[in-house]
């Protein structure tokens, strides 16, 4: 999320209602409902996780135990029970 100064981006008349109401305050407005991004779309660490999950799962069928996998990819072995029977 983007900080935005109200004065550059609402027109005049909208600006001072705006500051009528909520000078000096920060103010927070959602973007429309459908418009939302869901987590990590942005910054793309959905995909890297998803990637490094299926890794794990991968590994975990080729063999490797839980221990081994906690200790290569710094999880819990309840994390990774999760990612592993999640699918």
Request: net charge positive.
């Amino acid at each position: 999320m983007t900080y935005l100064n109200g004065k550059n981006v609402l027109p005049k008349e909208l600006f001072q209602q705006v500051q009528r109401y909520c000078s000096g305050q920060l103010l927070y407005i959602p973007a429309p409902s459908g418009h939302r991004k869901s987590w990590g779309e942005e910054t793309g660490i959905r995909r890297e996780l998803e990637a490094r999950n299926q890794i794990i799962r991968e590994k975990k069928r080729r063999g490797s135990t839980l221990e081994e996998l906690a200790e290569e990819f710094h999880l819990s072995v309840s994390s990774l029970k999760k990612i592993i029977y999640q699918h």
